[in-house]
């Protein structure tokens, strides 16, 4: 009887492994070069190699990284169930739209700015076989794999192009208040505030140009050329100057000399419904890539059949790993932290060694 268990599971395992063959075999693509599981994305990997050497800059982390991840949420938050259930048209999400209809789209207040990553893009989408909205989330996934420290991101290929803009007010400001920002979120895509807290994970490699004009490029965090944890810690120390001049909308006091906080990240770590989440990711590198990686996916797909859609994920590249570890800046400890999460103690990190850290652009 033992022998004869033994014979069917053996037997079960090899059938198993034929079907999973069968899931993951992969395609010779085109190029000679490349393969994939399925042949549709094999157009992708040109797209891919071409951004990163002319767009990305060879592979960098840097500041067209932070705009193109930037301008994957810009693109995919202009959506609106509670309009749609009105019969009113709420806006097609991760769609293209704010690239196909520019001249509206980056007119929106909260979208000041970001016609220069549309316009650096541009001519990418118009040498390669893709729609804006494809685009604009696959340039977001390979730029975001740059970032040591970075979760693999998901890529689903299939948006159909945008036919009418996203309304204006679908994007949050970082002047708007906790409730109205969670409530955005959720009437997008039905997005939890754990779920905003991961996404604004991307903090962690972006940085401010226009809320303050004087001083484009300043950072939210004192790393932002890696994905890693440095932004939750340092959005709950205590703030004591601007990096430019005082009285922007939407900016607060921040830590560090040349770091940015904005109003909405300082009231989110702070916030009853947010803070512990917030204080969870100061040193879990594991659950900030892990929540980051799954928030992602589901903001890259808002609007869309994903049942039309094919998973090209592995043409995105592997991130490089962490290259840095939870730590309080020179010169800051957890004298500094202004604790917010009511259920556990901030964590006790170490203090870099030196002067006060001063964060420069990017």
């Given at each position: 009887m033992a022998f004869k268990t033994l014979a069917t599971f053996v037997s079960a395992l090899a059938a198993l492994q034929v079907v999973n063959g069968a899931i993951t075999r992969r395609v010779a693509c085109p190029d000679g070069v490349n393969t994939a599981t399925n042949a549709a994305c094999c157009g992708l990997f040109a797209v891919r190699d071409d951004i990163q050497k002319n767009l990305f800059d060879n592979g960098e982390c840097g500041e067209d990284v932070h705009e193109s991840l930037r301008l994957t949420f810009h693109d995919a938050i202009g959506f609106s169930r509670s309009a749609a259930a009105n019969g009113v048209f709420g806006g097609g999400g991760a769609d293209g739209s704010i690239s196909i209809f520019e001249s509206i789209e980056a007119n929106f207040h909260a979208s000041i700015g970001i016609d220069e990553i549309i316009n650096e893009q541009a001519p990418f989408i118009a040498r390669h076989n893709i729609t804006p909205g494809d685009f604009i989330q696959f340039a977001g996934?390979?730029?975001?794999?740059?970032?040591?420290?970075a979760p693999r991101l998901e890529f689903l290929l299939g948006r159909p192009a945008a036919t009418q803009p996203a309304p204006d007010k679908t994007i949050p400001e970082p002047f708007d208040t906790v409730d109205t920002i969670l409530?955005?979120?959720a009437d997008a895509a039905g997005f939890t505030p754990e779920e905003v807290v991961a996404l604004l994970a991307s903090h962690t490699i972006a940085a401010a140009d226009v809320v303050d004009p004087t001083i484009p490029g300043t950072p939210f965090d004192s790393t932002p050329s890696f994905f890693?944890?440095?932004f939750f810690i340092?959005?709950?120390?205590?703030?004591?100057?601007?990096?430019?001049?005082?009285?922007?909308q939407g900016e607060v006091l921040s830590p560090?000399?040349?770091?940015?906080?904005?109003?909405s990240d300082s009231e989110l770590a702070r916030d009853a419904r947010t803070a512990c989440e917030w204080q969870s990711m100061v040193n879990n590198q594991a659950k900030m890539m892990s929540t980051f990686k799954a928030a992602m996916a589901k903001l890259a797909v808002i609007g869309q059949d994903v049942s039309q859609m094919v998973d090209c994920s592995d043409v995105i590249p592997v991130p490089p790993p962490p290259q840095s570890t939870a730590h309080f800046p020179a010169g800051l400890s957890n004298a500094d932290v202004e604790q917010?999460?009511?259920e556990t103690p901030f964590p006790t990190l170490p203090t870099d060694p030196g002067p006060v850290t001063s964060v420069p652009p990017v």
């Open positions: 996934a390979v730029g975001v794999s740059n970032c040591p420290g409530s955005r979120f890693d944890t440095q340092e959005t709950q120390l205590r703030g004591t100057g601007f990096p430019g001049t005082a009285g922007n560090l000399p040349g770091e940015m906080r904005l109003q917010a999460c009511a």
